[in-house]
Nanobody, 125 residues
Framework: QVQLVESGGGLVQAGGSLRLSCAASGRMFSDYAMAWFRQAPGKEREFVSVITWTSPGRSYYADAVKGRFTISRDNAKNTVYLQMNSLKPEDTAVYYC?????????????????WGQGTQVTVSS
C-alpha cells in the first residue's frame, strides 16, 4: 500500500512558477513509477508527466507542458516533484500524483494503482 499526499498548489499569475510535491508513505518507493495528472473542470483527467522507477529515472511529458515542466524524484525522501514554469491559464486544474509498482511500460493513461487527493493550481491571466 502506498499513500500519496500532494502539496504546493496555489494561485499564480501567468508566467509564474510553482513547485508541486508528492510525499509517499510505504516501502520501496524507488520501485514505483510516479506520475502527475491534472483535471480541469468539465474535462477528463489528463497525463502531465511521469518518471520511471528504473535508475536513472527517465522522464516523459505531455506536449502541452514539454519545456516548461520538470519532474524529479528524491528516493531518499520518498518524494516526487513537479516544477512548473511559465505557467499559463490553461494549466489551471487539480493536479494529482499517481504511483504504480514497477510497471513494464510507460503509462500515460490514468490506470495507476495509487492516487493522491489532488492539489489545486490556478493561473490567472
Amino acid at each position: 500500500q502506498v499513500q500519496l499526499v500532494e502539496s504546493g498548489g496555489g494561485l499564480v499569475q501567468a508566467g509564474g512558477s510553482l513547485r508541486l510535491s508528492c510525499a509517499a508513505s510505504g516501502r520501496m518507493f524507488s520501485d514505483y513509477a510516479m506520475a502527475w495528472f491534472r483535471q480541469a473542470p468539465g474535462k477528463e483527467r489528463e497525463f502531465v508527466s511521469v518518471i520511471t522507477w528504473t535508475s536513472p529515472g527517465r522522464s516523459y511529458y505531455a506536449d502541452a507542458v514539454k519545456g516548461r515542466f520538470t519532474i524529479s524524484r528524491d528516493n531518499a525522501k520518498n518524494t516526487v516533484y513537479l516544477q512548473m514554469n511559465s505557467l499559463k491559464p490553461e494549466d489551471t486544474a487539480v493536479y494529482y500524483c499517481a504511483a504504480e509498482f514497477a510497471p513494464t511500460m510507460i503509462r500515460t493513461t490514468p490506470n495507476y494503482a495509487y492516487w493522491g487527493q489532488g492539489t489545486q493550481v490556478t493561473v490567472s491571466s
